[in-house]
T-cell receptor, first 113, second 112 residues
């Protein structure tokens, strides 16, 4: 399975944008890029996913590099509620493991008031 | 409200005493799965089910059983729990494989 690399931690101030990077240099053409986050004492929560084009939803934006070897999750205005562990995950649409989410260590995002 | 419900939320049990953790979803999802979360190891998939009566092993299935007799329910069974199964367990469901996954609130299990 293709792997992802994320920084262990990042910090931001409230109401500022946050850019969370993810490297996936061994990504295959059928790998979708998923982002989930886990707030303290809660189960993981879906944030966004994409394949090639940039994606936007009410929570965040996903910017995917042209060569797809990296992506960035963008929180446009961080709030204290966005403090969580963010996971970047690849899921291969063409493989038998499609649907399985392989969680790495993720990025711990701290948001300062 | 769309949700995945796990019960119990907390459980302390003794080695060897069979237990079942229930998971139920009200979204008519086909795909359901179980994960365990351990410090330093992240979340790892235990079992998954693509639909009723279709289940398969994930990455760490040893010591666990599952069943999928109804679409909404996917219980996790520990026939003979051992201390190394002390963990935080999450059930998840999605409309189909690869779709947005919804997770339950978790079950913290301690086996002494």
């Amino acid at each position: 399975d293709a792997k992802t690399t994320q920084p262990n931690s990042m910090e931001s101030n409230e109401e500022e944008p946050v850019h969370l990077p993810c490297n996936h240099s061994t990504i295959s053409g059928t790998d979708y890029i998923h982002w989930y986050r886990q707030l303290p004492s809660q189960g993981p929560e879906y944030v966004i996913h994409g394949l090639t084009s940039n994606v936007n939803n009410r929570m965040a934006s996903l910017a995917i590099a042209e060569d797809r070897k990296s992506s960035t999750l963008i929180l446009h205005r961080a709030t204290l509620r966005d403090a969580a562990v963010y996971y970047c995950i690849l899921s291969n649409a063409g493989g038998t493991s499609y649907g399985k989410l392989t969680f790495g260590q993720g990025t711990i995002l701290t948001v300062h008031p | 409200e769309a949700q995945v419900t796990q019960n119990p939320r907390y459980l302390i049990t003794v080695t060897g005493k069979k237990l079942t953790v229930t998971c139920s979803q009200n979204m008519n999802h086909e795909y359901m799965s179980w994960y365990r979360q351990d410090p330093g190891l992240g979340l790892r998939q235990i079992y998954y089910s693509m639909n009723v009566e279709v289940t398969d092993k994930g990455d760490v299935p040893e010591g666990y059983k599952v069943s999928r007799k109804e679409k909404r329910n996917f219980p996790l069974i520990l026939e003979s729990p051992s201390p190394n199964q002390t963990s935080l367990y999450f059930c998840a469901s999605s409309l189909f494989m690869g779709a947005e996954a919804f997770f339950g609130q978790g079950t913290r299990l301690t086996v002494v």
